[in-house]
């Protein structure tokens, strides 16, 4: 098929290209900056220089590459600037499947996340309602409202991306967090899963049906369980613990993914987030 990527540089991105090229596809890729268009030349795709947010030029850019399938990744986190973020989430898929859809593409696979399900204890399944009470939720819940417009719209809710270039990567944000001892172990829940695990489910992706799938690994952890593993292997100073802590968010379910095909490559984030952690020998 021919694929348009955007947000072809980002984390998930530069993941995905290689394994779309490897699988046959021709890789069309969005990025706002001249200068990346080389990079993504080198991973096999052609590059199309268009900011999302520019809804006329990005019309005309799906347009004239008349792709089958959109791919959507955008993010705007390298800064951790949440508003920018929410803004791309808001209006550039709104821009995207407007443009999408004028071009009479009927295929999209989004990028949502795995953390906005009402608290509980047992694992969240995509039927399970999201908590508005939660941050992005009005900038998730408008994507994935967008993102139904199409005529088959699937989307992935990731969980906590760890791997290269991520927050938790050895140079990351959460590990730079982690050293200055700014987290500390609560009953939160998280549910992890690696770029390329993430990657892999994009691709896989393309022939699902439309709606929501969880994209985690098997072991939801809460930060006491995961956080000091990940401490150690940092050699970072030992994380503070806060008594009484009430026990927040949710474990994910990805027996929908699995059921799909996809099996992630790190099952655990004791086999992955951790041994990435850790300084090279």
């Known amino acids: 098929m ?31 900056h001249r200068a990346k268009g080389k990079f993504l030349e080198g991973l096999g795709a052609h590059p199309v220089i268009v900011d999302v947010l520019d809804a006329k030029r990005l019309r005309k850019a799906v347009k004239a590459e008349r792709p089958d399938v959109i791919v959507h ?21 709104r821009n995207l499947v407007d443009a999408a859809l004028a071009a009479n593409v009927e295929t999209m696979v989004a990028q949502s996340i795995a953390w906005l399900y009402t608290r509980g204890e047992e694992p969240a399944v995509e039927t399970d309602a999201l ?9 998730i819940a408008s994507l994935e409202q967008e993102v139904a417009r199409m005529p088959r719209g699937v989307i992935l809710r990731y969980g906590a991306f ?8 050895p140079d990351g944000a959460i590990a730079d967090r982690v050293r200055r001892g700014e987290l500390a172990l609560t009953p939160a829940w998280t549910s992890f899963v690696h770029v390329e695990d ?14 929501p ?10 930060f006491q369980q995961w956080l000091p593993p ?17 026990a927040t968010g949710r474990p ?17 984030w004791r086999t992955g987030l951790i041994a990435e952690a850790a300084p090279a020998e």
């Open 252 to 268: 994910v379910s990805n027996v929908k993914a699995r059921q799909l095909g996809w099996k992630p490559q790190y099952p655990t």
């Open 131 to 139: 908590d508005p009470a939660l941050q992005p939720y009005k900038s």
């Open 213 to 222: 799938v969880n994209i985690v690994d098997d072991e939801p952890a809460t």
């Open 230 to 246: 990940y401490v150690e292997a940092l050699g970072a100073p030992a994380p503070r613990s806060i008594r009484h802590a009430a």
């Open 162 to 169: 760890y791997g290269p270039g991520t927050w938790y990567a």
């Open 73 to 93: 990744q955008l993010t705007d986190l390298s800064n951790e600037d949440f508003a920018a973020n929410g803004a791309l989430r808001i209006e550039g898929t």
């Open 198 to 211: 993430a990657a892999a489910a994009a691709v896989a992706a393309l022939g699902w049906e439309p709606g």
């Open 2 to 32: 021919k694929i348009l990527l955007a947000g072809a540089t980002g984390v998930i991105g530069r993941a995905l290209v290689p394994l779309l090229v490897e699988a046959g596809h021709e890789v069309s890729g969005t990025t706002r």
